[in-house]
């Protein structure tokens, strides 16, 4: 009976020496929630009004504003040059309004040498009226002709190849 007793003890004590998987250590829990204050009565006590003296009206003084003056008949003029010798870039232009009328023109020297002069007018009764005038002689240059040389086509002497 003894054996007996000591094959179950033994098969027990095999059972529970069994090896635990788990880890090393617990951590601490970390909580990121909020809870809110439990909501309090507010206990308030009502002040007895208070009487105020009535408001003195008083006019204010009215404000000066400076009214620019209009000019029915303005009167305006300007002008511009350019002229870059380093790029060849040449350009002017003018402009006067009187009377209601814009008198103005601009010149420009275009890519083929030729100078484009523009004079126009402007009123609201004619409209924009412009007139081109081109001056001067077209410069065409020819194109650069690259003289191109093909490659020689590459050239080599066969081995002799045998096949059975």
């Known amino acids: 009976m003894i054996s007996k007793v000591l094959l179950v003890a033994s098969l027990v004590a095999a ?35 208070v009487l105020h003296a009535p408001a003195i009206a008083v006019a204010a003084a009215p404000v000066l504003k400076h009214v620019e003056a209009y ?31 814009v008198h103005g023109s601009y010149s420009l020297t275009e890519p083929d040498g030729t100078i484009r002069k523009v004079t126009y ?9 412009a007139v081109v005038e081109k001056s001067g002689h077209a410069i065409h ?6 003289k ?14 045998y096949h059975h």
Do not use: C, M, R, W
């Open 15 to 49: 059972s529970v020496a069994a090896p635990v998987y788990g880890p090393l250590s617990y951590g601490p829990a970390l909580s990121y929630g909020y809870a809110a204050k439990a909501i309090q009565p507010l206990h308030t006590v009502a002040a007895a009004p």
């Open 71 to 101: 000019d029915p008949n303005p009167h305006y003029s300007f002008s511009y040059g350019v002229s870059d010798p380093h790029t060849g870039d040449s350009k002017h232009a003018e402009e006067t309004l009187s009377n209601g009328v």
């Open 121 to 129: 007018t402007a009123d609201k009764i004619h409209g924009f009226n």
């Open 141 to 146: 240059t020819a194109p650069v002709l690259k």
């Open 148 to 161: 191109v040389v093909a490659a020689a086509p590459l050239v080599h002497a066969a081995l002799p190849y």
